[in-house]
């Protein structure tokens, strides 16, 4: 209940304070194309409940149909525009409609294509137990996600071999810790990341390394080393396919 009345408070100030922003960004998505600057996306919330996610639109009109989930940096469908929005991260802002609303949360696990849940395991499943959020952990840790995956001749299959499996594990981690505290210290590290990210994966490293987090999960979070493939939680056999 307190979770839900902080989202309900701060997304609408935030959408009254970040509203030329959105302004901008809508109106230049617009004029690129004379298309719908939004993107509604389909997604799985919380108990596996689809809903549409409200995101300012970075790609070419209809990218979704190319049946590519993951975004490397220099993925053809970006539009010049969106490579803007995605490197401040300013496609995620309409986001604040969903917390709003009440589909998604300010934190919690980001939320996932149906293709992609389909497959979770079953301790993934715990994900789809609480609101999906705007933030989380693994935002902050794999921020620069199109950078892994660029260059990948399969973004998909590379996103689930050495992105997914510590995803997933941060984003259960933070479900089995999470309280509005924390909420709050991950909100201004995600802020933090954008101006410093350095900085910021230090003050996750002090937060992880404070609440006793597994130690593979402190290392990979350092993102100090080569991230190289891995079972998802609760499997045993790294992801061949896709």
């Known amino acids: 209940m307190i979770k839900r009345l902080f989202d309900l408070i701060v997304s609408l100030t935030a959408l009254i304070l970040v509203s030329p922003i959105l302004a901008i960004s809508l109106l ?17 919330g919380r108990n596996e409940k689809i809903f549409k996610m409200f995101k300012i639109r970075s ?13 490397s940096s220099n993925d053809m469908r970006i539009t010049q ?9 300013i496609d995620e802002i309409s986001q604040l409609i969903n917390v709003f609303l009440g589909d998604m949360s300010l934190v919690g696990p980001r939320p996932n ?46 996103y689930n071999q050495i992105i997914r499996p510590w995803k997933s594990r941060l984003g259960i981690f933070y479900i089995e810790n999470r309280s509005l505290f924390l909420d709050i210290r991950l909100l201004i590290f995600t802020v933090l990341a954008i101006i ?10 002090a937060l992880l390394e404070g609440m006793n987090a597994d130690s593979d999960l402190v290392k990979i979070s350092s993102r100090k080393e080569a991230l190289t493939p891995a079972p998802p939680p609760g499997a045993s056999e790294i992801v061949s396919k896709r």
Do not use: C, W
């Not at 990218?63 to 989930?69: E, K, Q």
């Not at 410093?196 to 490293?205: S, Y």
């Open 28 to 44: 230049s998505v617009y004029l690129q194309d004379f298309k719908n600057p939004f993107y509604i996306a389909p997604r799985v």
């Open 59 to 71: 790609m070419v009109v209809n990218a979704d149909r190319t049946g590519v989930d993951s975004t």
């Open 81 to 89: 525009v969106g490579h803007l929005i995605r490197k401040f991260k």
């Open 113 to 158: 294509v149906k293709r992609e849940t389909d497959v979770y395991t079953k301790e993934e499943k715990i994900l789809l137990t609480v609101r999906p959020g705007i933030t989380d952990i693994s935002s902050i840790v794999f921020s620069d996600e199109g950078e892994i995956l660029k260059d990948s001749k399969d973004p998909d299959l590379l």
């Open 196 to 205: 410093n990210k350095p900085l910021a994966l230090e003050r996750i490293l």
